[in-house]
């Protein structure tokens, strides 16, 4: 899965992705996973039928982008297996539990392993995210 680095050319690219699903084009398979995350998220609909949105400031507010982005950040992960470990955990947490209710609960931990990296000028560290993740999906 490629997503661009740029903020407004990975916005754009969230935005084509739903309007190709709309029109009945065929995805590309990342075209896909972006329309997959969107079907979960009806509310964020219209505002990606809109590309004066993909220069919109979201503040503190809550970005759909950035949810939509962790999202298949997060899939990435699970594809990939890495961190080592968490396909397995993701897996063990959705029996018997909504998917999209796991995922945001792991995204949480993502976003917050991000913040701390950052303060600290450094790669998240893969140990305390999985220990990180375990925590939140045995609540």
Same mark, same amino acid.
């Given at each position: 899965m490629i997503l661009s680095h740029d903020r407004k050319a =990975? !916005?754009?690219q969230m935005c084509e992705a739903w309007a190709k *699903?709309? %029109?009945g084009a065929v995805l590309s398979p990342l075209e896909q996973s972006i329309v997959d995350v969107v079907l979960w998220h009806p509310e964020w609909h219209a505002l990606l039928e809109n590309e004066a949105s993909t220069t919109a400031d979201f503040g503190a507010n809550g970005n759909p982008?950035?949810? =939509? %982005? /962790? *999202?298949l950040g997060l899939r990435e992960q699970l594809s990939t297996d890495r961190p080592h470990g968490i396909r397995a955990l993701y897996h063990r947490a959705k029996i018997g539990h909504d998917a999209h209710e796991i995922e945001h !609960? @792991? @995204? !949480?931990? =993502?976003?917050?392993s991000f913040s701390i990296a950052a303060q600290k000028g450094a790669f998240p560290d893969e140990a305390e995210? /999985? =220990? %990180?993740l375990q925590d939140a999906l045995r609540s």
């Amino acid at each position: 899965m490629i997503l661009s680095h740029d903020r407004k050319a =990975l !916005r754009k690219q969230m935005c084509e992705a739903w309007a190709k *699903h709309q %029109a009945g084009a065929v995805l590309s398979p990342l075209e896909q996973s972006i329309v997959d995350v969107v079907l979960w998220h009806p509310e964020w609909h219209a505002l990606l039928e809109n590309e004066a949105s993909t220069t919109a400031d979201f503040g503190a507010n809550g970005n759909p982008y950035f949810h =939509l %982005a /962790l *999202h298949l950040g997060l899939r990435e992960q699970l594809s990939t297996d890495r961190p080592h470990g968490i396909r397995a955990l993701y897996h063990r947490a959705k029996i018997g539990h909504d998917a999209h209710e796991i995922e945001h !609960r @792991m @995204m !949480r931990v =993502l976003a917050e392993s991000f913040s701390i990296a950052a303060q600290k000028g450094a790669f998240p560290d893969e140990a305390e995210y /999985l =220990l %990180a993740l375990q925590d939140a999906l045995r609540s």
